[in-house]
């Protein structure tokens, strides 16, 4: 979760899970890497923007089924993260990047957790 200047970054998603939808931008961890490493390296691959990872903020499970049986099991923890440098561009698997300001993002389609989050915990939007 990251602002810069009462704007919260934000990716627009071309990809599953959440495809078509801005949410907070992240992705996975690679085999012993540590959560903080894998938000830096994970924002500037997919939105070109440095941060500093902080603690945890929110965790939850994406859990994605076919006929009852389980095909993805997806444990989001966003992580609170301070602005270093970088200006957002598109990358991996964003279609869009950019910082949202709170007026904005009523107008946008936004992930339901990531609206969710940024009401209750930040009184954003």
Do not use: K
């Not at 810069?4 to 992705?27: C, H, K, S, Y």
């Not at 085999?31 to 500037?44: D, K, V, Y």
């Not at 440098?85 to 279609?95: H, I, K, Q």
């Amino acid at each position: 979760m990251v602002f810069r200047d009462e704007r919260v970054l934000l990716v627009l998603r071309d990809q599953a899970p959440n495809a078509g939808q801005w949410a907070i931008p992240g992705g996975r961890v690679r085999w012993g890497e540590s959560l903080p490493a894998a938000a830096e390296r994970e924002i500037f691959e997919e939105t070109g923007v440095r941060i500093r990872a902080g603690d945890p903020i929110f965790a939850f499970d994406v859990i994605e089924a076919d006929e009852g049986d389980c095909t993805r099991h997806y444990v989001v923890v966003d992580l609170a993260a301070e602005y270093l440098a970088g200006e957002p561009r598109a990358g991996d698997d964003a279609r869009e990047v950019r910082w949202v300001s709170a007026a904005e993002l009523p107008d946008l389609t936004v992930n339901g957790t990531t609206r969710r989050l940024l009401r209750n915990r930040y009184r954003f939007g």
